[in-house]
């Protein structure tokens, strides 16, 4: 019976690390850590209610990391290191299996594979996070990334920003026009003489949605960088935008702070503290 009751204790144990690297990218960064600088994530100021902490796989490797948030089925922010390079715009959509509850598939997949192969049904899939059909047919929104596939260096890591968990919906203007700029020139310019770049882009989340109510339209868009020169923080600086209006204010990384402490009620901190605030 002894020996019985140390191999059913065994089995417990190993059943609950099986566990635990099944939901691994879901309750921490734990598996990703190397996109934010000094392996420091925002402060919980961000967090929602119903948080997911996702670390993108895609092709057998991450590419960024998102904190998801399945209430309000938008991400609350992606962290990405900066690497912009030309490439062809990728056309796939895809979909994260572990917010399913269904699936321990590790790696986005697209909705019609975890469908037909997987037989996860289209209604578990649209449980936690918005799917192709919630951005269908939106006037005057896009499904604007947080991390741009344009700041990505190869296809793998393109085709990876494009999952739902990683755009919201994007005042159209803004997104073909402004928030381009800023994301296309502006960051060349701003990174001249960084040897790496760490971006946090978020969404803060607005009080009206689309979809009859499945999704989020954040009130405002933002984003933060911290610019490492020979692996030291140099500078660092912030872009916050009204998600109904083509205007984009550039701001210092501690301003930019400020305004989302404003905006979330609870003080909020972005980087390590070795990134330049002012």
Same mark, same amino acid.
């Given at each position: 019976?002894?020996?019985?009751?140390?191999?059913?204790?065994?089995? %417990?144990?190993?059943?609950?690390?099986?566990?635990?690297?099944?939901?691994?990218?879901?309750?921490?960064?734990?598996? /990703?850590?190397? #996109? #934010?600088?000094?392996?420091?994530?925002?402060?919980?100021?961000?967090? &929602?209610?119903?948080?997911?902490?996702? /670390? %993108?796989? #895609?092709?057998?490797?991450?590419?960024?990391?998102?904190?998801?948030?399945?209430?309000?089925?938008?991400?609350?922010?992606?962290?990405?290191?900066?690497?912009?390079?030309?490439?062809?715009?990728?056309?796939?959509?895809?979909?994260?299996?572990?917010?399913?509850?269904?699936?321990?598939?590790?790696?986005?997949?697209?909705?019609?594979?975890?469908?037909? %192969?997987?037989?996860?049904?289209?209604?578990?899939?649209?449980?936690?996070?918005?799917?192709?059909?919630?951005?269908?047919?939106?006037?005057?929104?896009?499904?604007?990334?947080?991390?741009?596939?344009?700041?990505?260096?190869?296809?793998?890591?393109?085709?990876?920003? #494009?999952?739902?968990?990683?755009?919201?919906? %994007?005042?159209?203007?803004?997104?073909?026009?402004?928030?381009?700029?800023?994301?296309?020139?502006?960051?060349?310019?701003? =990174?001249?003489?960084?040897?790496?770049?760490?971006?946090? =882009?978020?969404?803060?989340?607005?009080?009206?949605?689309?979809?009859?109510?499945?999704?989020?339209?954040?009130?405002?868009?933002?984003?933060?960088?911290?610019?490492?020169?020979?692996?030291? &923080?140099?500078?660092?600086?912030?872009?916050?935008?009204?998600?109904?209006?083509?205007?984009?204010?550039?701001?210092?990384?501690?301003?930019?702070?400020?305004?989302?402490?404003?905006?979330?009620?609870?003080?909020?901190?972005?980087?390590?503290?070795? /990134?330049?605030?002012?």
């Amino acid at each position: 019976p002894a020996t019985l009751l140390g191999l059913l204790l065994l089995l %417990q144990v190993l059943a609950s690390c099986l566990w635990l690297g099944h939901s691994e990218v879901l309750n921490s960064f734990d598996s /990703c850590p190397q #996109f #934010f600088y000094a392996g420091t994530i925002p402060n919980d100021a961000l967090n &929602p209610k119903n948080p997911a902490w996702i /670390c %993108q796989r #895609f092709r057998n490797a991450y590419h960024y990391a998102t904190l998801y948030d399945r209430d309000r089925r938008i991400p609350v922010y992606s962290a990405y290191i900066y690497h912009p390079a030309q490439g062809k715009r990728p056309k796939s959509w895809f979909v994260e299996p572990q917010l399913t509850g269904k699936s321990n598939l590790k790696e986005m997949e697209s909705e019609k594979r975890l469908i037909e %192969q997987y037989k996860i049904s289209a209604e578990d899939i649209k449980k936690s996070q918005a799917v192709y059909d919630d951005y269908r047919g939106l006037k005057g929104l896009d499904r604007g990334h947080l991390n741009p596939s344009g700041h990505m260096d190869n296809d793998e890591s393109k085709m990876a920003t #494009f999952t739902l968990t990683n755009v919201v919906p %994007q005042d159209s203007d803004l997104n073909d026009s402004q928030w381009r700029v800023y994301e296309d020139i502006k960051m060349i310019g701003k =990174t001249k003489g960084c040897t790496s770049t760490y971006v946090i =882009t978020g969404a803060v989340p607005g009080k009206t949605s689309v979809s009859n109510g499945r999704v989020n339209r954040p009130s405002h868009i933002w984003s933060a960088a911290c610019c490492l020169e020979n692996e030291k &923080p140099a500078k660092a600086w912030g872009a916050i935008a009204e998600n109904d209006k083509n205007q984009v204010e550039e701001l210092s990384l501690g301003k930019l702070e400020e305004k989302l402490t404003e905006l979330y009620g609870k003080t909020v901190i972005l980087f390590n503290n070795a /990134c330049p605030r002012q």
